[in-house]
Each structure stands twice: as C-alpha cells, then as structure tokens.
C-alpha cells in the first residue's frame, strides 16, 4: 500500500515476527535475560515507533507467540533497517508483506 506522507510516498508493510516457542530445556535465567534484554526493549521501540507514525497499528495476537504490526516505509531498505535495530532482529523469525492499497484493487478490478 503507497500513501503520501509528507509528500513522499511511502509503502505500507504487514510485519509478522515470530517468537517461537521456548525450549522446555531453557534455563530461567536465560528465559529472563531474552525478556529483558530483547523482547521488553523491542517492545518500548515500537510504541517509540507507533508514537512517531511509521507503525500504524500493531500488538500480539491473542494465543500466538508473535508481533504483528503494519508499518510504513519509503523503502524495503528503511522497513529493514528499521527492523534490524530491534534488539530481538536476530532472535526470532520475521516475515514483511508488502501491502497494496484497496483502492488498487478496486481500481484494478473495475470494468
């Protein structure tokens, strides 16, 4: 999906991150080292992220061990960049989406 921001397009981006399920065999402390040092801090960067309007809307689906959020960009680089800063980037598995805009479709679509 492309809007204008500021009069630059920028692209929309489904954004799923993938906790996985903890190894049974985890030590606690370990456990609470990830929490702490990764996912609580990812967490408050996107709110920072939200707040700031690049994050449309987002959170944790219920029952599932994942982030989920819709996020603009100017670029695949920016959205990756972006991603890349969060302290969990290398701890969980994430997959983007780019997202086209209804009125595409329905353009598209139209006789």
Known sequence: MVS???DNLVAQY???MDLGKPDPLLPLDRL???IQDALLPSVECLI???SSGKIVAGGYPTGH???VFVMEAESEEELFRTLED???WDQ???KTTPLQRFE???DREAP
């Open 65 to 67: 061990r994942s982030i």
């Open 14 to 16: 489904l954004v799923t």
């Open 86 to 88: 969060l302290p969990l």
């Open 104 to 106: 595409e479709l329905r």
């Open 48 to 50: 920072d992220l939200r």
């Open 92 to 94: 969980v598995d994430t």
């Open 4 to 6: 204008r921001l500021n």
């Open 32 to 34: 609470a080292g990830f």
